[in-house]
């Protein structure tokens, strides 16, 4: 209980800051029903299965096809601790048998939108693919549920997970939103893959069309299971890789809202172009990129390489100057930068490639990358560096990290790729030295989120097995106080980032979200994948 | 064996070189043909721009400095900077290596390739040549710029695969045209002379006919230079040529220059400039090699 109660108040005090930090929040009316929202989205859509994938472009347009067992609350996504029933009726219950049973009620009347009638089933074919997926099924998130030893459906309206140990970190796991509900009769009789090109769920729209590298369509879905929402007759998710074309579709009224993020000084042309026609909605991110060193591909298994690569970059500097371009801004760590459990500056500096010298970090990444043998390789070490297509800010550090990498010495080839193929090369081919990654996390779950640098988590593309920080993981998820937690995620973050740099961190992000004034409902949360299924949201029209 | 046809311009150059120094022939040339000097002018200054990069500029091409980003000109920096603090002026020198590496090469190598597969289309006839056209139709079906976004995107992004992909399309441009060209030479009597003599096919198509189809071979050639550029620069605006930090004027179109349009106008409109003169300059040098060597235009 006392940790219940710890971890509650730390949540609380970041959910205040984070409430803070929103500089504007829609003025909510009286809600009208009708029109149809235009977004644009910046990346494609590698598949619609959202167990699979991590990325917007496959949550922004397709997440209002679904429902979740439970939800951040839509009035208040900001909270990292206000959840809400979406498909369980009443309160997010509490846990019993000390904190290992969670026994949630299912909503009856709920209807998948091909009409089968949704029960426990569908709920525990869910999470029994998301948590123990077999042998070729990929599930992104598995991961954040390690602590879970069974999930049962006792009858038609009841759906229980049992647990190994209590933890804090399961409640917010469950409201991620990637945790599509499937229907089990589409498991059972399309098999587990089916999601990937097919869409069937509880949400607010049913699916109509999508025109690749166009748009996709949906339309209000009559019996959604919150009576009287949605309220619009339907969506388009526009699909616009190029930021200066969502920005124009914004200015020009073609698109009302992207849901992602704009950096500043498009924030500022749209302000200064529309006035009080655009509304901008501000937040600190639950994102940062990361440089993930492909440690199955040689000299990078060897840590002194993966160190010089860290070293070599001048965070402190990046901060001040990218986040004057990029919707990068923060320093940080392991975990997101305003919690409690995440490193303060004294700690950070201690880590490598975060020291304010930084003259005599550059000059250790060249020592180390001479006694790895750098020096005896032919044209030196030449890095094949995979990167997203992705304007923002994808491209943006891609191009600033070559330049900090060579300033020791590293000559890196950038292969920006299109999403789908920048996902095949981290999760298929592997054929990359170093890669950009992502840490973009929805619910701010620190413990959950950084299961990322673990060599065993599916969404980590390092190739490594590292048992000693796997141990670390475990004592921190079995860790029942606050001061032990953040003891452990130090040695977890040293380990991870500095002795064997399995992962470069960068810069965390900042959320810029300006948006047509007459879009009311939404409201922003300190990730991009929260708040996305556009049930609460209306046209002021 | 037989000796290429004479052109107009070999007849000016001999009767001019007979008489006047090398300077007056010069001129005399650039008053006969000023578009083409004009032409020829921008395209000596990109390619000595390319050749003395290193000389010319003071700034690292690639190397970011980010305590002068979006930098407007002024004494420091001509023509301002980037959003990586890099110089704009010495990228866009520097890009112009890129530009004719990528122009030269493709140009050069598509229009050989369909100068080669055009003459022995022609010289062979029958099935080969039906299905060489047919192939050729297939090909030219396709406008010029799908298909090179086609190429590209089954080959990857990169300096090496962007010259393939602009290649491929030209080779059955230039083939169809210096086809045509060679269905006439193959009919006059030194080809049946040389093939009684016993020569080889090889020989016949390598030694008598190409020479004598050099002219809308030269004419396709400087054609497809500026083609070149702008493809070049079109693919990597599209993020699927060069890619960054590599100094290329198509990519410094994007990105950076779009966020920046409005604020930092500069970072846009200089690239923007080198590409429209660049491309300006080889169509107007083009523009005159064929009005030098096409006899139908010659006497107009």
């Known amino acids: 209980m006392k940790f219940s109660l710890t971890k509650l108040a730390v949540s609380g005090a970041v959910g205040l800051c984070l409430a803070v930090a929103g500089t504007s929040i829609s003025k909510a009316g009286s809600p009208k029903s009708g029109g149809v929202l235009n977004f644009v989205v910046g990346s494609k859509i590698p598949s619609y299965d959202g167990h699979k994938e991590t990325t917007f472009g496959m949550i922004h347009p397709i997440r209002p096809f679904y429902s979740l067992l439970i939800r951040v609350n839509p009035s208040n996504p900001s909270s990292p601790t206000d959840f809400v029933c979406d498909l369980c009726e009443g309160d997010v219950p509490k846990p019993t048998e000390n904190g290992t049973k969670y026994t949630f009620k299912i909503r009856s009347g709920v209807k998948f939108h091909d009409g089968t009638p949704m029960t426990s089933a569908d709920i525990k074919a869910t999470y029994d693919k998301i948590i123990f997926p077999p042998e070729g099924i990929p599930s992104s998130r598995k991961a954040f549920f390690k602590a879970v030893k069974s999930v049962t459906a006792p009858d038609a309206n009841t759906v229980v997970f049992k647990l190994k140990f209590p933890t804090g970190s399961f409640i917010p796991a469950l409201a991620t939103p990637f945790n599509f509900v499937y229907s089990k009769k589409d498991l059972d009789t399309h098999g587990l893959k089916w999601h990937q090109k097919n869409i069937n769920g509880t949400g607010a729209f049913s699916f109509v069309q999508h025109q690749k590298g166009a748009f996709v369509e949906g339309k209000k879905f009559a019996d959604y299971h919150h009576k009287g929402q949605p309220y619009l007759d339907g969506f388009k998710a526009i699909s616009a890789p190029k930021l200066a074309v969502r920005v124009a579709a914004i200015r020009g009224d073609r698109a009302a809202i992207e849901f992602r993020g704009f950096p500043p000084k498009h924030r500022d042309d749209l302000v200064k172009a529309l006035g009080k026609k655009i509304t901008v909605q501000e937040s600190d991110w639950n994102c940062v990129l990361l440089a993930t060193p492909n440690q199955e591909h040689k000299p990078f298994d060897d840590a002194r390489i993966r160190q010089a690569l860290t070293l070599s970059v001048d965070r402190w500097g990046g901060s001040k100057y990218l986040s004057r371009i990029a919707i990068v801004k923060t320093v940080g760590g392991v975990v997101f930068p305003k919690h409690p459990l995440a490193a303060n500056m004294d700690e950070l500096v201690k880590l490598k490639g975060y020291s304010k010298d930084l003259n005599a970090s550059r000059a250790e990444a060249k020592k180390l990358l001479a006694d790895a043998g750098v020096d005896k390789m032919p044209g030196g070490l030449n890095v094949d560096f995979n990167n997203r297509a992705v304007d923002q800010p994808y491209k943006v550090v891609g191009t600033w990290l070559i330049d900090q990498w060579k300033k020791v010495g590293i000559n890196a080839t950038q292969r920006v790729q299109p999403s789908p193929q920048f996902y095949a090369t981290l999760r298929k081919k592997g054929d990359f030295d170093v890669s950009v990654d992502f840490n973009c996390q929805s619910v701010i779950n620190p413990i959950a989120d950084i299961t990322k640098f673990l060599g065993s988590a599916g969404n980590n593309y390092g190739n490594y097995e590292d048992a000693e920080l796997e141990a670390i993981y475990e004592k921190i998820l079995r860790s029942g106080s606050e001061s032990e937690q953040r003891s452990l995620i130090r040695k977890y973050e040293t380990r991870a980032l500095s002795e064997q740099a399995h992962i470069g961190v960068t810069l965390w992000w900042y959320k810029i979200n300006p948006h047509r004034s007459y879009v009311k409902g939404w409201s922003i949360a300190p990730s991009h994948y929260l708040n996305q299924s556009l049930d609460n949201v209306w046209l002021d029209k | 064996m037989t000796k290429a046809v004479k052109t107009q311009l070999d007849s000016d150059f001999e009767e001019l070189s007979a008489k006047k120094s090398w300077y007056a022939i010069f001129f005399e040339l650039v008053r006969k043909q000023p578009l083409a000097a004009a032409g020829g002018f921008i395209v000596v200054v990109m390619i000595l ?77 029958g099935v080969i040549d039906l299905v060489v056209q047919r192939i ?165």
């Not at chain 2, 020569?199 to 002219?215: K, Y």
Request: with cysteine; net charge negative.
């Open chain 2, 136 to 300: 050729v139709d297939v090909v030219m079906a396709f406008p010029l710029i799908v298909l090179a976004l086609a190429v590209v995107a089954t080959l990857g992004p990169g300096t090496q695969n962007v010259i393939i992909a602009i290649m491929i399309p030209f080779i059955p441009q230039c083939a169809r045209v210096v086809r045509s060209n060679a269905l006439a030479i193959r009919e006059i009597p030194y080809v049946d002379a040389a093939r009684a003599l016993g020569f080889s096919n090889t020989r016949i198509i390598l030694r008598h006919m190409i020479p004598n189809v050099m002219a809308p071979y030269l004419i396709m050639l400087t054609s497809f230079l500026g083609q070149a550029i702008l493809l070049e620069a079109s693919l990597s605006y599209l993020g699927m040529g060069v890619q960054e930090p590599t100094p290329a004027w198509g990519l410094m179109l994007q990105g950076g220059a779009e966020e920046c349009a409005e604020s930092a106008p500069w970072v846009a409109i200089w690239p923007g400039l080198a590409i429209t003169l660049a491309v300006f300059g080889f169509n107007l040098f083009g523009d005159g090699v064929r009005d030098t060597l096409d006899p139908k235009l010659r006497s107009r």
């Open chain 2, 49 to 125: 721009m390319a050749a003395f990069a290193d000389l010319i500029s003071v700034y690292d091409p690639e190397a970011n400095a980010l305590e002068y980003m979006l930098v407007p000109p002024d004494e420091m920096f001509f023509l301002g900077t980037d959003q990586f603090g890099r110089d704009v002026l010495t990228r866009i020198i520097y890009g112009a290596r890129t530009a004719l590496t990528v122009g030269f090469t493709a140009a050069i190598v598509g229009s050989t390739a369909g100068l080669v597969i055009g003459v022995a289309s022609a010289y062979f006839g």
